[in-house]
């Protein structure tokens, strides 16, 4: 770090240097997540009970190009059927909330969201 003998350019440098390690290591950390699956008990702001809470699945792809960011995708049903399917990019990595999980439970949830999704449209009315 810098020490008060040191010029101002001299002093960047070793801070960006530093910066660089630090976030390259991010980089590394962040990458480890590549390729996994989780689910979160999600829900709206006040549950009273169990039935409040339904889970959000999320698959990380990779890291946003920068690398600061976990790229994936998350979908979830919310108690009142609202069916989110979007892009994800969060900095963070997965805390202790969320449930690590399978290809398969996650592949498995998303193939019956997309059964229940296609039959509410061949019903041709909304539920």
Known sequence: MPTDTMDLETARAVIAADREQKEQARRVELSAYAGRFFKYRNCYSCPEKESDY??????????ADEGAYLN????????SGIVTIEPSQFGYEPDESYVEITADEFWAAANKLHLDIGAVLLAGEPR
């Open 54 to 63: 339904w889970w959000l699945y999320r698959a990380i792809t990779g890291l």
């Open 72 to 79: 994936g995708w998350a979908f979830q049903r919310s108690v």
